[in-house]
């Protein structure tokens, strides 16, 4: 069974930082891809960014440059370094894993799924 805990969420001031952590279990596949999604009230969960099983990754333009994705393969924990932080990055943030070489677009692609920790930025 697979599962995948995130924590690290927080309340933070604009301008800084936070690190959204994703432990997993059960997800032994050699070729997938993780990743984050967020959501914020009434509108979709939307992609944030994602890392390949090879170490490649993908970042959304509205991060870009503030965000980094990362991995640890040997204690199976996914991370998101936010930095820079924005009211508008408010949201819940959703730790996510796909099998297989595709990463997910939209969230109806995904696989499996964390139940999500809270990011919210204050001005």
């Known amino acids: 069974q697979v599962q995948l805990v995130e924590s690290g969420g927080d309340s933070v001031q604009a301008g800084g930082s936070l690190r959204l952590s994703c432990a997993s279990s059960?997800?032994?596949?050699?070729?997938?891809?993780l990743g984050w999604f967020r959501q914020t009230p009434g509108n979709e969960r939307v992609r944030v960014a994602v890392?390949?099983?090879?170490?490649?990754?993908s970042t959304a333009d509205s991060v870009k440059g503030r965000f980094t994705i990362s991995e640890d393969k040997a204690k199976n924990i996914l991370y998101l370094q936010m930095n820079s932080l924005k009211p508008e990055d408010t949201a819940m943030y959703y730790c996510?894993?796909?099998?297989?070489?595709?990463?997910?677009?939209?969230?109806?692609?995904?696989?499996?799924w964390g139940q999500g920790t809270q990011v919210t930025v204050s001005s």
């Open positions: 890392i390949k099983s090879t170490g490649s990754t």
């Open positions: 059960g997800f032994g596949y050699v070729v997938y891809c």
């Open positions: 996510v894993a796909n099998r297989g070489w595709d990463c997910p677009l939209r969230w109806s692609d995904v696989d499996y």
